[in-house]
């Protein structure tokens, strides 16, 4: 379920096809292997969760697990990032600025992150995530936030040159399987 922009919880039944599908493109689209380190950010409450999860999982990832302390702070959750030595972050664009803005500023490239993947918000690309991801060659921003009635949603990947970015993030293509009307 989530609250979307009313605050009050709704959900929607999906069904386990829809789940299939999306770990099954997730995969495809962030490759990596058993040494790939996933953080799980996301509460379980929400629906990226399950992407986030079993996606790595399914692939013979790791899925490394930071308690909310580290969690809320953006400084330490970077130090923590580069201590587990994490490939792979699934976040919202708010908490990607902090970390991005927070990395920066402390000095640590981090990287070993090369996959960050927003959803769960609009995306704004601020100067902090693009600076981050400029400083590490092949390092890649996802789009997952668009129209979602499979399961979570539309996806796009920026370019890796930042300065092609275009200054509204598109919500891309849709997931295999599923088609936009």
Not at 18 to 28: E, G, K, P, V, Y
Not at 76 to 82: C, H, I
Request: proline letters at 8%; one cysteine or more; hydrophobic letters at 45%.
């Amino acid at each position: 379920y989530t609250s979307g922009s009313t605050g009050r919880p709704k959900a929607v039944v999906m069904p386990h096809k829809a789940l299939a599908n999306l770990l099954s493109w997730t995969i495809r689209e962030l490759s990596g292997d058993p040494r790939t380190v996933v953080a799980q950010f996301t509460a379980l409450s929400f629906d990226v969760s399950a992407q986030e999860i079993l996606s790595a999982l399914v692939a013979g990832k790791t899925v490394a697990v930071p308690d909310d302390e580290i969690r809320r702070d953006p400084n330490e959750f970077v130090r923590w990032l580069d201590q587990h030595q994490v490939n792979e972050l699934f976040a919202p664009t708010l908490v990607l600025d902090m970390v991005c803005a927070a990395a920066l500023r402390d000095g640590r490239a981090l990287p070993r992150l090369r996959e960050l993947v927003q959803a769960g918000e609009a995306l704004v690309p601020s100067e902090a995530i693009k600076a981050f991801c400029a400083a590490v060659p092949g390092r890649r921003l996802h789009n997952h936030y668009g129209p979602a009635e499979t399961h979570v949603m539309t996806s796009g990947a920026l370019p890796e040159d930042v300065g092609a970015w275009p200054v509204v993030a598109p919500i891309g293509k849709p997931v295999d399987n599923a088609r936009v009307y």
